[in-house]
């Protein structure tokens, strides 16, 4: 694809976010998605439903009808099409598309409401903007180094919540709600990250006791996860200052004389923090 | 305005607190407010209401009368009389003393309520005697260098309980309580956030397993934004060691030689921290 | 009083910490006032006060006789004696015998229950055992340095509460049991806390976005006090290590070549972090 | 033994973790242990008992009779047996296959589902397998050297949910669940730890106000123990750059020239962070 044709001119438009014109193109398509999330949140309120049903699925038609056409010229600009499409963002685009096409041959309520939310999927497009702010690129980094630690608190509060919920299973017992070793697990769990529904709760005194001590676990191993993202993040600015990251892959590698990234190939602009 | 006439030392004493007459003036004055947030609090108690109704009116007409002679006084003194007055501050002190005045005109008990209440927007004033004090400045400066990172943070949140709440109210439907989008969302911020009603609480297996992932996440990713400010906080602290800020415009970029505020022209004193 | 006396010996193992003697005296004690407080506990739950109350009566005046005994070596060994029955722990200390003795001469169930609490307050005593450890002198100093900052927060958290309190006072009514503001203000403080009871929550819609706009607010300003004590704890610990603490009045301003504290003239031993 | 023998080849399959067939082995005990564990799971829910009892008995005959198998290859391998038998493994892996065997003599569902949960501590064998990464050792270090911290923090939340639970259980009484001193605490600890079941909460304006500043305790002393850990770990990542762990015993302090670690003998490899 030759760099100065006009369908490159289109594929920067579309696909880019480094001209005037394609973040323009950007900020409209998320304005349409947003909308298009408004009307299945107001289609799915029986009262608004009842009075302006109609309406809400002519704008749904319309939004489908549009998101088709961008797919379409998506898949025609790309230049490595297959690529576009199974890539997580093709896979969206055409998820977000379908049930609406679906929904002429199926019928069936239950059905058409399970397939409509799919489409909320394409709110993820929003995080495809915004992904290439630098402040994602610095808090996804700050999560990635930080997995392996992320995985072992999140093992060990798993644990706890099973064995606490088996107990509290054998101590509570049916009449309080405990009337499965999963429900229970459901209830340790709603405790030890302190959300506290108070839909299942403890009544006998042993009960209460274990609850306590799962409770106050909870609130003092908050402490784990926020100590391990703030070390992270503290080291993350003191070594980022003044570096540059790829905004395409979030390469951070990059040499100071470099002009394009070593792992993607696209054009680097100096990062500001 | 001359510097030593009259007007100025009332308009130093009025509008400034760098001196004993108008940091006493600010004191007797955050008394009033305070007193007539606690008489509209009162009010609203019914029984109270019924029993010292006429005493709480008395009163309540009382600092409406002081009210509105500072409103006036504020006016006379100040040199650019519309910027006061279409200042936040100008429209605060308008509209807390216009809602005794329209309940002359307009009854109707439901309607004074609401109008009351805008009164209270007064306790904003507080903020403005605090906001001058060293910490508080320090407080607002790492939230504004944090700025970017939490509306990223609070996008994804926003995007989770999108995405959860729509995957709720297929999962669970109306029976439990999930009989919107808009509430399951609902739901689903009341669950992210540890807050935990229970007014709406999943009763569906499935249910309680994808709510359980919602808590783990809220408790986990609730280390983002204190990692953030954290970070953001001991960075400040380690180079705000002995620098200078203006009290009027909240800037720290002041020369060690400087005498005013090259932003607002306001005389600065050595800070402390 | 000569330093060699006995009386000197018996003041050191009752009022000082740093013998074996008077060790094991607070060790007695503080195992003494926890079960006293105990037996305090299990009077209140009614099956047990059914079938032990003879028992633990006993209990109550066993306990109350040796504190008393207990109270008056304190005055005698003291050689300041009014400034120990004034200090907080001689209160304490009376307040804690005394509702005992009141119930030989006032009848009454109902007061006999708020009297007995006092003693309670006892328990206060563990933690001044407990406060000689570095490691809360430590926390005290954090905390102590980072007192304006708490203030400023806390006073922008009742400033939020105050304002949604009342907002929510007018959009949900006394219907849904926001009857009157304080009540609207504590339903305010059980959602920005994540708490979260469930006793009073919003249903209207508008309600429930409010609502939702407090909860995200109270999850990302938590932030803020732990971004504060985090980044003074660091710096502290930067600081202070190495340095020498007064175990007697927290004094931290000791020279290296100090034997005795400045402030009280304890003996200062080398204190380990 | 000799360390080319078939039973030492064998016994560092079973036992150690560093050669291929070791972790295949680790893995494939690690898929049965928590295969074992959902069964359990499964058998607690009513409805999955009644239709495939049967299926699950089998199955946990299956799992019991595999563990026991490796049970006596463990004891078999080991040179030192009452070492690995008295061990804190030893003990659960006997303890995880006996309740199947005792559920053939008694007889009674209530103390056979007691017996059978025991069984679930086997998943503290998952948490040996993830002890041994870095992560963990890094994660235990840091709450280690806080202990001391983290014990006075904890004092001194249990010394405020005592005093608090008392007073409200004073000031509320039992009509609105507050009907004991032990239930009071329990009260004030789902509190402070913002867990808000809401199966008890104050309905008096005092019990209100007085839940209020409790709340607002338990949201602001949150970042103690964060600021606590937090410290330490930004302390132990700046400190720990490099250095090596013994995987064996956890021990970190190995002088850079050593091949095996000076308190346990293991050999050490060179960690990576």
């Not at 499409?85 to 409401?113: E, K, N, V, W």
Request: aromatic fraction near 12%.
């Amino acid at each position: 694809m030759k760099t100065n044709s006009q369908k490159y001119k289109w594929y920067k438009i579309v696909f880019e976010h480094d001209t005037k014109a394609g973040r323009l193109f950007d900020e409209i398509l998320l304005g349409l998605i947003l909308m298009s999330v408004a009307v299945v949140m107001l289609d799915s309120i029986q009262q608004i439903n009842n009075s302006f049903g109609r309406l809400l699925l002519t704008l749904e038609w319309t939004f489908t009808i549009l998101f088709t056409i961008e797919y379409l010229i998506r898949i025609f600009l790309t230049p490595r099409k297959s690529k576009y499409i199974f890539s997580f963002y093709g896979i969206i685009d055409f998820l977000s598309i379908i049930p609406t096409y679906l929904s002429l041959i199926f019928a069936g309520t239950q059905f058409l409401i399970i397939i409509r939310v799919i489409r909320l999927l394409r709110v993820f497009r929003i995080l495809r903007l915004v992904r290439f702010t630098m402040a994602s690129v610095y808090l996804i980094h700050a999560l990635k180094h930080s997995r392996e630690k992320i995985i072992v608190f999140l093992g060990t509060v798993l644990l706890i919540v099973t064995i606490m919920g088996a107990l509290m299973y054998i101590v509570e017992g049916p009449e309080s709600g405990f009337d499965s070793i999963p429900r229970s697990i459901y209830w340790a769990i709603v405790t030890i990250t302190t959300v506290g529904y108070g839909d299942i709760s403890p009544v006998t005194v042993t009960g209460q006791f274990i609850a306590s001590l799962l409770m106050i676990t909870g609130y003092a191993i908050i402490a784990v996860p926020t100590g391990i993202i703030t070390a992270e993040m503290s080291r993350e600015k003191a070594k980022n200052q003044g570096t540059r990251v790829c905004l395409k892959c979030s390469n951070t590698d990059i040499d100071t004389d470099a002009d394009f990234c070593k792992k993607c190939g696209a054009k680097i602009n100096q990062g500001k923090q």
